[in-house]
């Protein structure tokens, strides 16, 4: 599809590129409006935290082009691009879409409603990394590792989806003619089912308007002669987060932060457990890790969970302007990195 679509915009005169890319941006902020507010209407209908839907539902969709793209990069023998995908789409979203939502406004947290999947964030990533180490593996994700960290992605789903029947709340009225009942609940269960509808249409709008956003704007920046360096390491490399990007500055702008930290939380755990456990299952060769992984992206990627765990910890309950600079500088340092080491 992403060849398809480059090879059509390289075929129209610059105008109408610029058009397509305007078109894109705002259909890609609508797709952001829907996606949040059918989310947070679902969170409070259900009675769940919205962290928990950011962190679940709402991440399973953001993270379908990360997916895509690893998996297909595997099939074709490009190990490193299918884990350096997964890898740095958590470096990007933990700290540059976290550190930007906070630039915006402080984000609120609440540790209660996130602490299972907070831990679960830090630890996948930590597994990561475990996996990788030549010590353990010979610097190889093997087939079965990837079967295991599916076999992993099930149990969280599961664990998580448990944990939020937990905070429904009870059902019934006590003076109330069970009938009555039974029409307000299936009311209920149809409102719900729309609201579902309405935010699986929204995350598809988010991916596809990114999927046209990021090639126009690529091919306008090569006309306008920006070094195709340049260009790979930034608009390629962000294109797969841009739909987290969106959703958390929408969230964020309209008082949803904890749905904006629940999807990036979300969206960590299923780059390691969904993107690089589909990207090794789908390859008899495992996924080799390249050599600077261990001197400049793993360290990155603990890191950054690190500093974001603390932030989530935070006494105030909010990640601050202060601690959002923080990870925007620490991303600014990873980028400088990559060109100097």
């Known amino acids: 599809m992403e060849h398809f679509i480059s090879t059509f915009l390289v075929t129209l005169g610059t105008p109408l590129v610029f058009i397509i890319a305007a078109i894109s941006l705002y259909t890609l902020g609508k797709g952001a409006d829907i996606l949040v507010d059918e989310a947070v209407g679902i969170s409070k209908r259900l009675g769940i935290p919205k962290a928990i839907i950011g962190a679940t539902i709402v991440s399973l969709g953001t993270t379908l082009p990360e997916a895509s793209v690893s998996v297909m990069a595997a099939v074709k023998g490009n190990p490193d691009l299918a884990l350096g995908n997964a890898v740095g789409s958590i470096i990007v979203d933990t700290g540059l879409i976290i550190g930007l ?3 915006i406004k402080p984000i609120a947290v609440d540790y209660k409603s996130i602490k299972f999947q907070s831990w679960a964030q830090i630890l996948s990533g930590a597994l990561l990394v475990f996996l990788s180490l030549p010590a353990i593996s010979g610097g190889v994700i093997h087939q079965w590792m990837g079967f295991m960290l599916i076999g992993l992605l099930t149990a969280y789903l599961i664990w998580s989806f448990k944990q939020s029947k937990k905070a429904l709340p009870v059902a019934g009225n006590a003076e109330g ?3 009555d ?3 307000e609940d299936d009311e209920e269960s149809q409102n719900v089912a729309w609201q579902f509808i309405l935010m ?3 995350i598809a709008l988010i991916i596809l308007s990114s999927k046209v956003l990021i090639p126009s704007v690529e091919v306008i920046a090569t006309r306008i002669g920006i070094p195709q360096s340049i260009i790979a390491a930034t608009l390629v490399a962000f294109g797969t987060s841009l739909p987290e990007l969106t959703t958390a500055i929408k969230a964020v702008q309209r008082g949803h932060g904890d749905l904006a930290v629940g999807n990036i939380i979300g969206a960590d755990i299923l780059n390691v457990l969904f993107v690089v456990g589909a990207a090794a299952s789908f390859t008899s060769t495992g996924l080799v890790v390249p050599a ?8 990155t990627l603990l890191i950054v969970l690190g500093l974001f765990r603390f932030m989530t910890l935070n006494k105030g309950k909010n990640i601050s302007r202060i601690e959002g600079s923080f990870l925007l500088i620490a991303y600014g340092i990873y980028l400088v990195l ?3 080491l």
Not at 292 to 299: A, W
Request: charged share 15%; no cysteine.
């Open 292 to 299: 600077g992984f261990y001197t400049l992206q793993f360290p």
């Open 200 to 202: 699986v249409l929204g």
């Open 177 to 179: 003619n069970d009938a």
């Open 101 to 103: 939502a906070a630039m």
């Open 181 to 183: 009942v039974e029409d």
């Open 338 to 340: 990559n060109y100097t």
